[in-house]
């Protein structure tokens, strides 16, 4: 029995993580195969070839970035998503989304934007535990005004195993400290729940 508990541990080890892989690429697949909706239906691939083929999705949204990033980054194009951003920042309701949606992928997405700069070890929930957070900035606006005692960070600390959810809190620098490891091998680490043990950075 010994032998083929361990026999069964191996064999999950191994297809555990495929399975996974596969089905996350298989979702991925599928939702950007939606893409080609936007396609008449006598140009779906479909349609052209016979059979279904997955992925022509992939490829039409890679062109679709492709042509809108071009367009985006010579005059005129700067022009019309200026205008773009004009026009639906007028909209009462949908203006509020879409600046705090706007500010948040120019800041992921923007060639010198950095979301998490730098992975610090903090006191969380409570003195004497523990976590790992992402230092994104220093607090600004009115926030900064009441924060003067001291150098004040703003860091996302992310929940496990889903780091997607998580707390934005503002705390002092001098209570932080930074880690010597990179921000990719800190999510690695809170992902993992632990297991995964990250390698420090030189």
């Not at 005059?75 to 600046?99: E, H, N, Q």
Request: with cysteine; charged share 15%.
């Amino acid at each position: 029995m010994a032998a083929l508990r361990k026999w069964l541990l191996a064999g999950l080890l191994v297809i555990v993580p495929v399975a996974i892989t596969v089905a996350v690429l298989k979702w991925i697949i599928d939702t950007l195969d939606q893409t080609l909706l936007i396609l008449p239906h006598a140009w779906h691939p479909d349609q052209l070839i016979g059979y279904h083929v997955p992925g022509f999705g992939v490829l039409l949204t890679l062109g679709i970035l492709l042509v809108v990033g071009g367009v985006a980054r010579n005059f005129v194009g700067r022009k019309l998503v200026r205008l773009g951003d004009a026009i639906v920042t007028r909209i009462p309701v949908v203006r509020s989304i879409y600046s705090s949606v706007k500010q948040v992928s120019d800041t992921l997405f923007s060639e010198g934007g950095n979301a998490f700069r730098t992975a610090v070890l903090i006191q969380w929930p409570r003195a004497d535990v523990w976590t790992i957070g992402f230092v994104t900035g220093a607090p600004g606006g009115d926030v900064a005004n009441y924060l003067r005692e001291g150098e004040f960070v703003s860091v996302y600390v992310p929940t496990t195993p889903n780091p997607t959810g998580g707390y934005f809190v503002m705390l002092r620098k001098a209570d932080c400290i930074e880690l010597r490891m990179s921000v990719d091998e800190a999510l690695k680490y809170v992902v993992s729940m632990g297991v995964v043990s990250p390698r420090i950075s030189n």
